[in-house]
Structures are given as structure tokens and as C-alpha cells.
């Protein structure tokens, strides 16, 4: 897995430094610029994963709820004027003595340790509120939160991983449909109301009825047939030149496509199955419950958010901002990115043979234990 992630960090700063140059050069006259930025970021998210790492997993169970309601206090300080910043219609950023940051990166995190938490504490006999009402409401105050924003992309994010928890811990599927589809209608009209998305979802299937919105997207996909098979070559990306907007950013997935071509976009993609498939197998021998969901949550939010972000870039689903781990700049993203490795990291170091070769012999009795290790008698 620190292969697999180291590999996919080098290789976001040199498609980094090739994808801000021009936008840098042009906005803070230096082309290194945000390279440089990312690099400091780095720095302090390596520091910060070595800390996590070697800080005991057990710890986040009992500060659970304290790191809930922080995240929710940082999700309200994005509508306080003066420290929210607002940018492309949507209030997403934290600016405190000059640093930025986005409360919903670490949101992500700090709602599947609370769901972590909360099922690792029941017993395995549980009533219907608290195995299924409780739950849906701790995953409901974020997303609410960043519905306001608003950040609809996160909100799927957080809301299929806190399902996917709920599942894993042995909530009964039939009893998840109820919500999720509550919640899919919800979700869809919010998206109808919303002019400036609505026309996103529409650009997918019918460019010509709103340009505007399909522009970048046109752009991506134009990216992609310029590198075909093996690219144009690094560095020699025309997109960048002012083409494709965020090329830095959410869309830097379709200038590695220009420049390296399909081998190369096809290799990050199964770098991400690595980490994911090493992540589910840590969690898999994870020696309690709570590191079990723990790891197969934190799991679930990294491949999630760069399968939709893969997806977002080659038009399969409407623009959303959501970025791609360890390669995309910016710092939050980064920081929270990487603090994820470092949990998982330690979950690992917190296992012994003795406990691989337990969750070995309970898998071959009953299967992946972990996808179903809770049961809910009276649910």
C-alpha cells in the first residue's frame, strides 16, 4: 500500500509541475508556484502521517464524538463572515490567518470514525433507533451542513460511506433502502432547484443545450483524444493553455490522459485498486471490531473519491469539485488524504500473526467476516 501511494505521489508532482505552469506563471508570475506550495504540503502531511502512524488506532474511539463535533463547528465556520470564503457559488473554505482549509475534507473522516465508534460500543443485539436512527442522523447533520455549502459531490461521498458502514456492520440491507432512497430524492431535488447543476447533469447528455456548463467537460474529453494510446508527450499538454479550467485541480486526471496517454491513466487507475485492495485486507485483520470498520471506511472514502473523480473527468457524472488523492493540488485534500494512510498504517501495526490467523479461520467458516460482522437480532 506505501508503494502503491508512494509511486502515486511522485507522480502527482511531476504532472503537478506540468499542469499549474502556465496557470502559476500567469497568476503569481512564478511557473513553480503552486508546485512549490504542494511540495510544503507534502512535507507537513508526510510529518503528519508518521505521527498518526505510530499513534494508537484506539485512541480516535474515545475522542469519536469530540472529532464530530469539530468537524461540524468547522462545517458551520464556512457561513461566518470574515473567516468562510465563498468561490464559484459555494462556501467550502476556512481562511485563518492567511491558511485555507476545507472543513469537509476532514468531515469525511471524522464521520466514519464516529460510525465506527457508535457500532464498535453496541452490543450485538441492538434496538431499531440505535443501529439505524442514530446512525442516519449523525450522517445527515454533515450532509445537511453540506448541502448549504453547497458541496453535493461530498455529500454522496460521505453518504454512500456512512451507508456502506452501516451495512458492513450488519445492518440489514431492506432496512438501508428506505433511507437511501429517502435520501436519493432528496439529493435529486435539491439538484433540480439548483439551476447551476442542474445544467451540469443535463451538459452530460446534451452539450449543445448549455455550453457554459459543458465546456470543461468538452475540454477533458478533447484531452483524452489528443493522447490516446500513449500521449503527446510530458509537458506538451495544449489544454493547460487555458483550455481546460482546474487542470491543476479536479481535472488534472485528463491532462496525465493528453500527456502519457491511456497506459498511464489506466496504471493510476490500478494503483487506486492496490491501496484499496490492501486497505480492505488490513482492515479484513484488524484485531477489534472498531479497527475493523475503522479501516474498511476509511477504505471505502479513498476509492470512492477517486472513482468519482475518474468518472467526473471522462463524463460519466456531472462535475462535482471532487479531487483525486495524492494527485490533484491542494493542501486539505492532501493532508486528510494522507492522515487516511497513516490510520491505516497503524491498524496494521496493531495487528499480530496471532490475529491474522484468527480472522483467517473465521473467514473460512463464514465467509468475509468483515462485510457482515454484526448481527442485529431484533432489526
Not at 506563471?25 to 511540495?39: E, H, M, S, T
Not at 461540524?72 to 470574515?82: H, K, Y
Not at 485528463?254 to 494503483?271: D, K, P
Not at 470498520?293 to 473519491?305: N, S
Request: with cysteine; hydrophobic share 55%.
Amino acid at each position: 500500500m506505501l508503494g502503491a501511494v508512494a509511486v502515486l505521489l511522485g507522480f502527482g508532482l511531476v504532472m503537478l509541475a506540468s499542469a499549474s505552469r502556465v496557470r502559476a506563471a500567469d497568476r503569481y508570475g512564478d511557473p513553480l508556484f503552486l508546485l512549490n506550495r504542494q511540495i510544503v504540503w507534502l512535507g507537513i502531511s508526510a510529518v503528519v502521517t508518521l505521527i498518526v502512524a505510530r499513534l494508537d488506532y484506539r485512541w480516535y474511539k474515545k475522542m469519536a464524538w469530540v472529532l464530530l463535533v469539530i468537524s461540524l463547528v468547522g462545517l458551520v465556520m464556512v457561513f461566518v463572515p470574515g473567516i468562510g470564503a465563498r468561490r464559484g457559488g459555494s462556501s467550502r473554505w476556512v481562511v485563518i490567518a492567511g491558511l485555507q482549509f476545507q472543513p469537509s475534507e476532514f468531515a469525511k473522516i471524522a464521520i466514519i470514525i464516529a460510525l465506527a465508534a457508535w457500532y464498535a460500543n453496541r452490543s450485538r443485539t441492538m434496538t431499531f433507533v440505535r443501529a439505524i436512527m442514530v446512525p442516519l442522523v449523525l450522517i445527515g447533520l454533515i450532509c445537511g451542513l453540506l448541502f448549504l455549502a453547497p458541496d453535493y459531490g461530498t455529500v454522496a461521498l460521505v453518504a454512500a460511506v456512512g451507508g456502506g458502514i452501516m451495512f458492513v456492520s450488519g445492518v440489514k440491507l431492506a432496512h438501508l433502502l428506505i433511507p437511501a432512497m429517502a435520501g436519493i430524492m432528496l439529493f435529486s431535488l435539491a439538484v433540480l432547484n439548483n439551476p447551476t447543476r442542474w445544467q451540469r447533469v443535463e451538459a452530460l447528455w446534451n452539450p449543445e443545450l448549455h455550453p457554459a456548463a459543458a465546456y470543461q467537460l468538452q475540454q477533458a474529453k478533447q484531452a483524452f483524444a489528443l493522447g490516446e494510446w500513449t500521449g503527446i508527450g510530458l509537458g506538451e499538454s495544449i489544454q493547460k493553455y487555458h483550455y481546460l479550467p482546474e487542470a491543476h485541480n479536479d481535472f488534472i486526471f485528463a491532462i496525465i490522459g493528453e500527456e502519457l496517454g491511456l497506459l498511464a491513466t489506466g496504471a493510476i487507475v490500478l494503483l487506486f485498486l492496490a491501496i484499496l485492495l490492501c486497505s480492505l485486507r488490513i482492515s479484513a485483520h484488524a484485531p477489534d471490531r472498531f479497527g475493523r470498520l475503522l479501516g474498511v471506511g476509511l477504505a471505502m472514502v479513498l476509492a470512492l473519491q477517486a472513482a468519482i473523480n475518474v468518472a467526473v473527468v471522462t463524463g460519466c457524472l456531472p462535475t462535482t469539485g471532487i479531487t483525486l488523492p495524492f494527485i490533484s493540488y491542494g493542501g486539505s485534500s492532501l493532508l486528510i488524504t494522507m492522515t487516511i494512510i497513516g490510520i491505516l498504517v497503524n491498524i496494521a501495526r496493531n495487528t499480530t500473526v496471532e490475529d491474522v490467523a484468527k480472522e483467517n479461520q473465521n473467514t473460512r467458516k463464514v465467509g468475509f467476516s468483515t462485510s457482515r460482522e454484526l448481527r442485529f437480532s431484533d432489526i
